[in-house]
């Protein structure tokens, strides 16, 4: 498997996610992909000698593209450089892929910081994962890379959304999606920044027109 952390200018790797990812096996490849022109060694100062470094032009889908293609393995892991495992996240992949049947899988997705009220997010991103069918790239969207090549990867044209859009790709072309059953965290410092309303109510509009327009056939929007 690749795990691929992509980090936004300016930004840099949680430490203890790296702690917790170096913890996988050694035959992970772990890649953490910066932008150009930022400071990769600042970006990654958090990362070990196992983790290869490389730089993409600015964009989570071109970043998190770029770490694809430079890596090898059979499996593609994408984490966001805010995510927190939890005890079970790497038991509960573990499984999944030992499965070893092609669908593109997710995990269920918590806080680990932010406004109490989150706990009603946590109960929508159920919702909107299990139920609806479209997890989002905070809930570490994991795919074969066979998979994940013949979708085209990420649509780095794409302002924001990307993660949407090849859940909806990967619909369209008949890819189960498969909830993990395990945690993960991500950072609610948005929803603490903006306001827990103005963020959720911005966040459930753009979800929704996001969904109408991927829904359809990419050759029909």
């Given at each position: 498997?690749?795990?691929?952390v992509?980090?936004?200018?300016g930004d840099a ?7 917790q ?6 035959a992970t490849?772990?890649?953490?992909v ?10 990654a100062?958090?990362?070990g ?7 993409a032009?600015r964009?989570?889908?071109a970043q998190?593209?770029a770490?694809?293609?430079?890596t090898t393995?059979?499996?593609?892991w994408?984490?966001h ?8 996240t790497?038991p509960a ?10 669908a593109?899988?997710f995990f ?5 910081d932010?406004p ?7 109960i929508?991103a ?8 479209m997890p989002?790239?905070d809930q570490?969207l994991?795919?074969?890379?066979a ?5 085209g990867?990420f649509?780095p044209?794409l302002?924001?959304g990307?993660?949407h859009?090849?859940?909806w790709?990967?619909?369209h072309r008949g ?6 059953g395990?945690?993960?965290?991500t950072?609610g410092r948005?929803y603490?920044e903006?306001g827990?309303?103005?963020t959720?109510?911005?966040?459930v509009?753009?979800?929704w027109?996001?969904a109408?327009?991927?829904?359809r ?5």
């Open positions: 498997m690749t795990v691929i992509p980090v936004g200018p790797v949680a430490p203890a996610l790296c702690a990812l170096e913890t996988l096996p050694a490849e772990l890649c953490v910066c932008v150009d022109g930022d400071d990769v060694a600042r970006a100062a958090a990362c000698a196992r983790w290869q470094r490389c730089t032009p964009g989570r889908a998190q593209n770490g694809a293609a430079g393995r059979p499996w593609l994408f984490v450089a805010d995510s927190r495992l939890s005890e079970r790497l992949l573990a499984a999944f892929l030992a499965v070893d049947v092609p593109l899988g269920d997705l918590r806080f680990h932010g109490t009220l989150l706990t009603i997010n946590t929508g159920w919702i909107r994962s299990r139920a609806l069918g989002f790239g570490g994991v795919l074969p890379r998979s994940f090549d013949a979708l990867g649509d044209t302002e924001r990307e993660d859009d090849i859940v790709r990967a619909r890819l189960p999606l498969r909830p993990i395990a945690p993960l965290y950072s948005r603490a903006h827990w309303w103005r959720t109510t911005w966040t509009r753009e979800t027109r996001q109408r327009r991927f829904a056939p990419a050759a029909t929007r």
